[in-house]
């Protein structure tokens, strides 16, 4: 199963982007579905995530308070989970990837490793 990112670009310190990942409903009715980050020279980072079924979230703590994820599974066949990001920082520059885990959000929910879904990334790009 392929997941669609879109909505990454350039923007400035200060301003806002918002992504969507695009996913079958019926492969992520019950999933944990996540955005995690990859800066140039750093390891993958979790952001944001969301339990599908429940509609919890979960934040890092570089981004609470300035991000939000949400979903729209209102589609009878598709899921799309959106990062809403505000106040951009110029470290907040990454490939932003959409992932998703088969089942409730654990507890080590930020290691890229866990999850069985994919998407090719969409790149945000803060100037300062």
């Known amino acids: 199963v392929q997941l669609g990112e879109s909505g990454g670009g350039s923007v400035q310190a200060g301003g806002a982007l918002r992504l969507s990942c695009r996913a079958p409903?019926?492969?992520?009715?019950?999933?944990?579905m996540a955005w995690l980050r990859r800066a140039p020279g750093e390891g993958r980072a979790g952001v944001a995530a969301i339990y599908t079924a429940g509609g919890n979230t979960f934040y890092a703590d570089s981004v609470k308070g300035r991000f939000t994820i949400a979903q729209d599974n209102a589609k009878n066949t598709v899921n799309t989970v959106y990062l809403q990001m505000r106040s951009l920082k110029p470290e907040d520059t990454a490939m932003y990837y959409c992932a998703a885990y088969l089942g409730r959000c654990p507890r080590q929910l930020w290691l890229g490793s866990i999850y069985n879904y994919w998407g090719k990334g969409t790149q945000v790009t803060v100037s300062s």
């Open positions: 409903l019926h492969t992520v009715s019950s999933a944990c």
